[in-house]
């Protein structure tokens, strides 16, 4: 299976932010970047993205 052409298409940094609402507390709403990459030959597409949470960048 090969991979489709809108998602090829997405390759490159991405920048924005994230929400995150915790119960009761405020909507925080953090810086986030995110990279997408084919990888193996192509043969995969990697998606890669961090985030801040209380001041320390988690990455996944």
């Known amino acids: 299976m090969s991979i489709p052409d ?3 298409a997405a ?5 924005g932010e994230s929400r995150l609402q915790l119960r009761e507390e405020p909507i925080r709403i ?3 970047r995110a990279s997408v990459t084919l990888v193996a030959s ?3 597409l990697a998606v890669r993205y961090d985030w ?3 001041g320390t960048v988690r990455r996944a």
Do not use: I, T
């Open 6 to 8: 809108d998602l090829k």
């Open 11 to 15: 390759q490159g940094a991405w920048s």
């Open 30 to 32: 953090p810086p986030s």
């Open 42 to 44: 192509g043969k995969f």
């Open 52 to 54: 801040v949470f209380e």
